[in-house]
């Protein structure tokens, strides 16, 4: 219980409103929502009879989730609703979902690590992925290399691309060691 401006003892109003409705979220249903893919390979969503061109998908989790809470957004960065779980949609859309996922958050896994060089405030690595043999620069400090859980890395270079350590006991001592320094 609270007091107005006069004292008096107000009871607290009852809202009917849950935490959806305060922050405005839209969820969006498969009885509602049709998602298409275009020639170009973008997509667009149909809810309802409004049709949203050239939308993207964003993962609340993207690190160790990326099947809840997806939010379709336009161009523009609005939010025209969110995905609670891709299991509530048809087989078909749930591909068409985890193909636009697996595109926008692309992060080669590290799976050697063969040297690591730091100088004048930045790290040169050179490693074999998941997509081959790699060499990016990463920006000491920042946190550009990043526990993303107790045994999971992720290291970003100076241009944004994502790598992944996924489970760092898997390291041999000498690639811990070199990667030691930049965490």
Avoid at 23 to 36: E, G, M, N, V
Wanted: aromatic share 8%.
């Amino acid at each position: 219980m609270t007091r107005n401006e006069t004292g008096a003892v107000q009871k607290p109003e009852k809202s009917g409103a849950g935490l959806a409705d305060a922050a405005q979220i839209r969820y969006l249903s498969p009885a509602d929502t049709t998602f298409i893919r275009t020639e170009g390979r973008m997509l667009n969503v149909q809810i309802g009879d409004q049709l949203h061109a050239g939308v993207y998908v964003h993962c609340s989790f993207p690190h160790t989730n990326k099947r809840i809470y997806l939010s379709v957004r336009t161009a523009e960065n609005e939010e025209v609703g969110m995905i609670r779980s891709l299991d509530e949609f048809p087989k078909e859309t749930q591909e068409l979902l985890e193909e636009q996922v697996q595109l926008r958050y692309f992060a080669p896994e590290i799976t050697k690590v063969l040297s690591v060089k730091e100088e004048f405030g930045y790290s040169y690595w050179e490693a074999e992925t998941s997509s081959g043999l790699c060499r990016f620069t990463v920006r000491s400090g920042g946190g550009n290399v990043k526990l993303m859980t107790p045994n999971r890395l992720l290291v970003v270079d100076v241009d944004g691309n994502r790598f992944i350590i996924p489970e760092l006991d898997c390291l041999s001592d000498k690639e811990y060691r070199m990667i030691e320094v930049c965490m």
